[in-house]
C-alpha cells in the first residue's frame, strides 16, 4: 500500500530541502531530510562517511534508510531525499511506496550557482564542478524521470510558487 508522503528528488541544489520545508508548512506535513538522518544515525556527516566508506557505502545506508520508513508505516511526511538516492533501481520502487515522487528539476547552472562554494558537497571537491554537475545529471536524468510521478522544473521558480504547484499536483493524485 502507497504511503501518504510527499518526495522530493533531484540533484544537489535543486531546492528539495528549501522546497520541502514550503511544502511542509502549507500542507501541514512533517519535514525530513534523508541526509539528515543519515547523519544524526552515523554521528557524522556525508562528507566524513564517503570518505571513511565510500559512496556505495553511504547508498546502502539510504536503502537501509527507506526500508526502515515503510516498516514504520510513516506518514504525513514531506521528504527530502539525497540526490543520488534514486540512482538505485531498489530505491526507486521503495520511493514508490513511500509516496508521491516529484522531481525538482533544475539546469546546471542554476545549480552550480547555488552550490559552488558549499564545501560539504563531497561530489563537488573537483577541478570544474560545472561540468561535474553536467556530467552527472545527464547520468542520473533517467532515473530521476523513472522515479517521479510529476516532474517540475524549478529554474524560475520561487520555493514558495514550486511548493503550492507541487501541492495542487498531489491533491489531483489523492
Excluded: H, W
Excluded at 538522518?37 to 556527516?45: A, G, S
Excluded at 561530489?123 to 516532474?151: H, N, V, W
Amino acid at each position: 500500500m502507497k504511503r501518504n508522503n510527499i518526495i522530493l528528488i533531484g540533484y544537489m541544489g535543486c531546492g528539495k530541502t528549501t522546497v520541502g520545508k514550503c511544502l511542509a508548512n502549507i500542507s501541514g506535513y512533517t519535514f525530513t531530510d534523508t541526509d539528515e538522518l543519515i547523519v544524526q544515525q552515523q554521528e557524522r556527516t556525508v562528507s566524513e562517511i564517503f570518505a571513511a566508506e565510500g559512496e556505495p557505502r553511504f547508498r546502502d545506508m539510504e536503502t537501509e534508510l527507506l526500508r526502515n520508513m515503510l516498516e514504520e508505516k510513516n506518514d504525513g511526511l514531506v521528504i527530502s531525499t539525497g540526490g543520488g538516492m534514486p540512482v538505485r533501481e531498489e530505491n526507486r520502487a521503495l520511493l514508490a511506496e513511500l509516496g508521491y515522487v516529484i522531481y525538482l528539476k533544475a539546469s546546471a547552472e542554476t545549480i552550480y550557482e547555488r552550490v559552488r562554494y558549499d564545501t560539504t558537497r563531497p561530489l563537488l571537491q573537483c577541478d570544474d564542478p560545472l561540468e561535474r554537475i553536467k556530467q552527472m545529471l545527464a547520468q542520473r536524468e533517467s532515473a530521476y524521470e523513472a522515479a517521479a510521478q510529476i516532474s517540475l522544473s524549478v529554474d524560475d521558480l520561487r520555493p514558495e510558487e514550486a511548493a503550492k504547484i507541487i501541492m495542487n499536483s498531489v491533491k489531483k493524485e489523492v
